[in-house]
């Protein structure tokens, strides 16, 4: 089959290309599903550049999520068939024609959804739902401020909360990001570039006494600016740290507040906890979905071919969204 490689010099972008690999092995239990679409992710560029490796057992493909149709069942697979439209979060191998996921982390694609759509929505939402719920506690009508808003993830956040009526403050990095988020259902919003952000953001928040939850990426630079803006009893997860990983942690603040922090990563997470998760989310978010309330935020849509492009698209840091790739 085809698929997206990376060359031998991992960190160069200009090394990906389609070549021909192994077609993926029907096992138990599972569906090979013919890729139709598929989304970046921030860690398919850490794991090119060979920062992020598979988990063990993954593919080495590049690829966190994908969309398509089932092309083959397994015997003992009940509840799918040939021709089912689904997407699914993945542990790698997203950048091919075809692969193989168990069935329990299948979801059927609503019908009023295209692929390049659905292709947007597992990896990120699963990660702002287990972010915000699973492992933050968040709950309805809390003040939550939420950095790089205008990622995938970010985007989906916002959705999120909406839906639970939170007061929502974003960070993003120009002034069309912030008015996007706005639009999207964030209160108000401050744009890092202009400087320290922290008291700003708070003006935004419910009687500006700060945020009961913080969901960052950035970590370096940010950490003490985080602290000072949670309010007694706030939680903060952490999904990335593009900013740099040493900080200094005010250990104080951090004793006095009664405050939470904790880091996640869901592609090294269980199969049952995959399960669990996704059955979750789609438990919330499939109405949602289907009748608009939810929507997938794309910025821009590739032939797989234009595989590097899209990467140095990401690189520049300019989306709004999702950046979706088709496999034609």
Not at 27 to 35: D, F
Not at 220 to 231: D, M, T, W
């Amino acid at each position: 089959i085809s698929a997206c490689l990376v060359g031998s010099e991992m960190c160069i972008r200009d090394s990906l290309s389609i070549g021909e690999t192994k077609k993926p092995s029907l096992a138990s239990s599972s569906l090979l599903v013919r890729i139709k679409a598929f989304s970046l992710n921030r860690a398919d560029i850490n794991q090119r550049e060979g920062f992020y490796p598979p988990p063990p057992g993954a593919s080495e493909i590049l690829g966190l999520e994908m969309a398509g149709i089932v092309e083959e069942v397994a015997e003992d697979v009940k509840g799918w068939q040939k021709g089912d439209r689904v997407m699914a979060l993945l542990p790698g191998g997203g950048y091919a024609e075809f692969c193989v996921i168990p069935e329990q982390m299948a979801i059927k694609i609503p019908d009023n959804l295209s692929f390049q759509e659905a292709a947007a929505i597992p990896e990120v939402w699963l990660t702002a739902f287990q972010a915000l719920f699973l492992e933050g506690g968040f709950r309805a009508g809390e003040d939550i401020l939420i950095h790089a808003a205008a990622s995938g993830v970010g985007t989906a956040a916002i959705q999120i909360a909406k839906n639970v009526n939170a007061n929502i403050v974003v960070t993003a990095g120009s002034d069309e990001k912030i008015k996007f988020c706005v639009q999207l259902g964030a209160k108000g919003g401050v744009n890092y570039k202009n400087g320290p952000w922290a008291e700003s953001a708070k003006e935004y928040s419910s009687n500006k006494s700060g945020f009961d939850f913080v969901l960052d990426f950035v970590g370096a630079g940010y950490l003490e600016q985080n602290i000072s803006v949670l309010k007694l009893d706030g939680r903060m997860v952490m999904l990335a740290h593009l900013g740099g990983k040493n900080d200094n942690l005010d250990l104080n603040a951090l004793l006095k507040k009664r405050l939470t922090l904790k880091g996640s990563a869901l592609r090294t997470r269980s199969l049952q906890y995959k399960t669990h998760l996704t059955k979750e989310f789609w438990k919330l978010a499939q109405s949602k979905f289907e009748d608009g309330s939810f929507k997938p935020i794309i910025d821009k849509v590739f032939d797989w071919k234009d595989v590097v492009k899209a990467h140095k698209h990401m690189e520049a840091n300019q989306n709004i969204g999702k950046i979706v790739l088709t496999v034609s």
